[in-house]
Nanobody, 120 residues
Framework: QVQLVESGGGSVQTGGSLRLSCAAS????????MGWFRQAPGKERERVAV????????AYADSVKGRFTISQDNAKNTLYLQMNSLKPEDTANYYC?????????????WGQGTQVTVSS
């Protein structure tokens, strides 16, 4: 049974930083891709960042480019999201997700989420 458990959320002021972690267990093999999503109340879920595990290539939403960095530690089976220069509009529940072993990058496993609140 694959499990994804996020941690690292919290409350910060504008301009602050947080690092989210997503610990994966129950994997026998790596996923094709892993991503971070967020959803604020009354808004649609947004993909924030994705990493393709085979070569480490990444992609970001325009709203977080230059501020957020997604990374992975394969030895620890952990996905990270470093968030810098946080803004109030970054406030949301953040989820990590993972695809199956092979492409396409379709997410089948989801964590329970961790709340990030940025105050002005």
């Amino acid at each position: 049974q694959v499990q994804l458990v996020e941690s690292g959320g919290g409350s910060v002021q504008t301009g602050g930083s947080l690092r989210l972690s997503c610990a994966a267990s129950g994997y026998r093999y790596s996923s094709y891709c892993m991503g971070w999503f967020r959803q604020a109340p009354g808004k649609e879920r947004e993909r924030v960042a994705v990493i393709f595990t085979s070569d480490g290539s990444t992609a970001y939403a325009d709203s977080v480019k230059g501020r957020f960095t997604i990374s992975q530690d394969n030895a620890k089976n952990t996905l990270y999201l470093q968030m810098n220069s946080l803004k109030p509009e970054d406030t949301a529940n953040y989820y990590c997700a993972a695809s199956g072993l092979r492409g396409p990058c379709s997410y089948v496993y989801w964590g329970q989420g961790t709340q990030v609140t940025v105050s002005s």
